[in-house]
Antibody, heavy 117, light 107 residues
């Protein structure tokens, strides 16, 4: 079975940084496009960004609200993807999910990020 | 960016009812459309990918149809476990976008 396990969430102040990790198992990680999706408290789902597989170029795309502040990277040998979040704002608060897409979509259970003074 | 519009936002129904949720895209997304079910405090669960492909383990009462700009999720006979919030997502082009959600509640 596919498992995606996020970690690294927590409380930080506005302007701070956090680095989220997503460890994958049970899938051919190197073929998967890895995504981050977030959900603010009581709100809907918002796509944050994506990193393609190396064979598809390994490029990244980001949603407008996070572009220039967030960075996605991956290490296929460790089956891990990261979300580096800098210059955090209160509106970045929410649960962050890792989601893989190859032939289908798989999601992790999420990690909570709270940005507050 | 492609805008995804779900309707209705809230749907009241009873066990045994047949219900349909619609998702419209502001431009064509081919069949790159997924449907999710989410319950409070839980991660979204993938029901359908590629507009109509039922994910492994998902009951056959769920079905998806459509292509281009209009899609539907149908539950043929509502079960108690189906009361939840449902989202569509296009993954044809970046930024991938979600519908605003449809809350399916007990009538």
């Amino acid at each position: 079975d596919v498992q995606l396990v996020e970690s690294g969430g927590g409380l930080t102040e506005p302007g701070g940084s956090l680095r989220l990790s997503c460890a994958a198992s049970g899938l051919t990680f190197s073929n998967a496009w890895m995504n981050w999706v977030r959900q603010a408290p009581g709100k809907g789902l918002e796509w944050v960004g994506r990193i393609k597989s190396r064979i598809d170029g390994g490029t990244t795309d980001y949603a407008a609200p996070v572009k220039g502040r967030f960075t996605i990277s991956r290490d296929d040998s460790r089956k891990t993807v990261w979300l580096q979040m800098d210059s955090l704002k209160t509106e970045d608060t929410g649960v962050y999910y890792c989601a893989s897409h190859y032939t289908t979509w798989q999601w992790g259970q999420g990690t909570l990020v709270t940005v507050s003074s | 960016d492609i805008q995804m519009t779900q309707s209705p936002s809230t749907l009241s129904a009873s066990v045994g009812d047949r219900v349909t949720i619609t998702c419209r895209a502001s431009q064509g997304v081919n069949s790159w459309l997924a449907w999710y079910q989410q319950k409070p405090g839980k991660a979204p669960k993938v029901l359908i990918c590629k507009a109509s492909t039922l994910e492994s383990g998902v009951p056959s009462r769920f079905s998806g149809s459509g292509s281009g700009t209009e899609f539907t999720l149908t539950i043929s006979s509502l079960q108690p476990d189906d009361f939840a919030t449902y989202y569509c997502q296009q993954y044809d082009s970046s930024p991938y976008t979600f519908g605003q959600g449809t809350k399916l509640e007990v009538k």
